[in-house]
């Protein structure tokens, strides 16, 4: 895709690294004026699919796996991919229903994906077996009134 | 991130400060859990005023105190922020511990 902006940000698959990421991501986000809401959205979604990226894609393996961001911004619609190469998932189907988890049942809340399709405006998973995965997520940052303003005054 | 506790006449109130995610999710069990150990209120409030993140691992570490519970504790949550509030929502955890 053909963005006007655009960053990538390769990174150890750490949890101390998950607020690094969450913020970089936010940060650039800026760019297009969100509101506090929108940012918290973006920051809880990108946060979500990190740490699948750690607890599962790369489970029990700290520290010499990447991640992959890559935000990309066209029109008014920011375009994030978050890229992993580790164990991938066998169903992405039923790893996307609300409240399924792999991991331990009494301290994983399995809403990982239910949170990203709900706060973003699109979600696509791709995953192969030991490949890795492939999350894709888009959201249209409204127009606010200043933004508006500013407009009118150029 | 830090929590603290305060007592009350007839509850414990637990702040949930900073970030709650995955990297100190351990860390605010064991706290938490500490806390819940030695207070002897029925009524448990976590108050997320200085909670600047929380995402769905937050949700699990609040499911797993209440399941940890057994009943014996009430436990409630004040003060979420729109995008916590959100996902409490979905996920259906008002069910277990009511907003106050």
Known sequence: MKYSNEMTLTISALSQNESFIRSSVASFSVLLNPSIEEIGDIKTAVSEAITNCIVHAYKGRNGADRITVKVGITDRTLVIDIIDYGSGIDDVSLAMQPFFTSGNTEERSGMGFTVMQALMDELKVTSKPNKGTHVLMKKHIQQTNNDIDEGADA | ?100
């Open chain 2, 1 to 100: 991130m830090e929590v603290i506790s305060k007592q009350e006449s007839d509850k414990t109130i637990i702040y949930l400060m900073g970030e709650l995610d995955n990297h100190n999710a351990d860390y605010a069990r064991t706290k938490i859990d500490d806390i819940m150990a030695q207070s002897l209120k029925r009524i448990v409030v976590f108050d997320l005023k200085l909670l600047s993140f929380m995402d769905s691992t937050g949700i699990g570490v609040l499911i797993g105190r209440y399941k940890k519970a057994k009943g014996k504790q009430q436990l409630f949550v004040k003060n979420p922020s729109r995008t916590v509030d959100k996902i409490f929502l979905m996920s259906g955890l008002y069910d277990i511990m009511p907003k106050v």
